[in-house]
Nanobody, 123 residues
Framework: QLVESGGGLVQTGDSLRLSCVVSGRTFNNYAMGWFRQAPGKEREFAAAITRSGETTYYGDPVKGRFTISRDNAKNTVYLQMNSLKPEDTAIYYC??????????????????WGQGTQVTVSS
């Protein structure tokens, strides 16, 4: 089970930190990621982190503004979002990847999804 929290309504330029707690799995066996889906658009890759946390990947729209991290002792992955823009408005989904997968940007690489948390950025 993946449970996200931390979404909300903010203004342009503000920051938010999303959290995703994972249960029922050996957390440090899996790469983790965040995807997002804006109204009327397809779900898109935002960020991913390897099992150890040593390597991170980002989608172009969030690169330089968002930071993904994980705490394996707490079974939690985070997404720190800075300099938020109205175009960041979306439902953000936590993702647990299939073991051994390296195609972090692909929807088909995700084994389990969280329920999503809404982020709304007003202009």
């Amino acid at each position: 089970q993946l449970v996200e929290s931390g979404g909300g309504l903010v203004q342009t330029g503000d920051s938010l930190r999303l959290s995703c707690v994972v249960s029922g799995r050996t957390f440090n066996n899996y790469a983790m990621g965040w995807f997002r889906q804006a109204p009327g658009k397809e779900r898109e890759f935002a960020a991913a982190i390897t099992r150890s946390g040593e390597t991170t990947y980002y989608g172009d729209p969030v690169k330089g503004r968002f930071t993904i991290s994980r705490d394996n002792a707490k079974n939690t992955v985070y997404l720190q979002m800075n300099s938020l823009k109205p175009e960041d408005t979306a439902i953000y989904y936590c993702a647990l990847y299939y073991s051994g997968n390296y195609y972090y940007t692909k929807l088909g690489a995700v084994h389990y999804w969280g329920q999503g948390t809404q982020v709304t950025v007003s202009s």
